[in-house]
């Protein structure tokens, strides 16, 4: 891993004009980690584009410094495209391949698109990746750079909840800290800026939980017409599968949210079952206690419970 952090970082040196991309809907992870690289490209002379396709972004994230710079708008040329958190090419929302793309993230399911791919899945986030290349060239990490790399961990780790969690994971914050962050603000910008719409929309995906699977399986469901009565957008129903995980019998929580092209399914699970099988099965992917995909075309949720209900209890080990 540290050759290839050297030689991604030579051709960064090399580059003058590098595009950061992340892939389609950004997470914490995702943007936190493309936005982390900019002030340090361009404090040494880089001409540097933040891009992302997605409009518009996740709000939640708007904190982040340097936020207001991404655009989705490639430039006609440029020499480097660096993308981050995103498993495949096509995710990035972009038509033709770049001269030359390093790929960096921390998704087992990565599939190698770039000409360097720097891929750790024992890494607890791509910022996790980001941070070890810049440590392994002796980057300095400005505050702003901080800011993100932190917030993406944060996000990425279910603020420091998940099994990726080691004491490497505790330094590497430790070390953002003394570079300039203030866990208590950021904490504060992810979590206790709620919109009244998000609860609105809480209580009506409530309503919608089902259990099978000897209770070990929750469904949700969030519908086009529940957004729209609850004024909710997309953000709002990032954190709904988590708050049904809790639930004490459940093992893996199931969201499915009506979306334009099909049903978007959210999977996460507690303890055991890789969710990420299903995820590559329906064409998505992920880490095994965290995955997704979208059911294209496909509107009737309960012909996708009935769909995914084999799957879930063959991962939640039920026995016929």
Request: charged share 30%; hydrophobic share 40%; aromatic share 8%.
């Amino acid at each position: 891993m540290q050759e290839l952090f050297k030689k991604a970082w030579k051709k960064i040196l090399e580059s003058k004009n590098i595009v950061l991309a992340a892939h389609i809907n950004p997470d914490g992870d995702a943007l936190g980690s493309s936005l982390s690289l900019y002030p340090i490209l361009k404090e040494i002379g880089k001409k540097v584009t933040i891009f992302n396709v997605t409009k518009p972004l996740p709000m939640y994230l708007d904190f982040l410094p340097n936020f207001d710079k991404v655009t989705d708008k490639l430039p006609k040329n440029y020499d480097l495209l660096i993308s981050f958190d995103c498993g495949s090419f096509d995710r990035l929302g972009i038509e033709e391949r770049p001269k030359f793309l390093i790929n960096i993230d921390h998704h087992i399911s990565n599939t190698n698109y770039g000409d360097i791919n720097i891929i750790d899945p024992k890494a607890a986030s791509s910022s996790q990746v980001v941070y070890n290349m810049l440590k392994a060239n002796n980057v300095t990490i400005p505050k702003e750079s901080a800011i993100c790399i932190y917030t993406a961990l944060v996000t990425d780790t279910g603020s420091f909840q998940y099994e990726s969690v080691t004491d490497k994971v505790f330094e590497m914050a430790a070390d953002l800290v003394k570079c300039g962050v203030k866990p208590d603000f950021v904490a504060k910008m992810l979590f206790q800026r709620d919109r009244l719409s998000r609860l609105r929309l809480l209580a009506k995906a409530y309503e919608t939980i089902e259990l099978c699977c000897e209770g070990k399986v929750a469904f949700v469901e969030v519908t086009k017409e529940m957004m729209e009565i609850t004024g909710a957008i997309k953000d709002d129903t990032d954190t709904i599968v988590n708050s049904v995980r809790a639930i004490a019998s459940v093992e893996v929580a199931c969201m499915l949210r009506e979306d334009e092209d099909g049903i978007k399914i959210s999977l996460r699970s507690k303890n055991y079952a890789d969710v990420s099988k299903i995820a590559v099965k329906y064409g998505g992917g992920g880490h095994i206690r965290a995955a997704g995909a979208t059911i294209k075309d496909e509107f009737d949720f309960e012909k996708v419970k009935n769909m995914l209900k084999n799957d879930l209890k063959e991962i939640v080990k039920i026995e016929e």
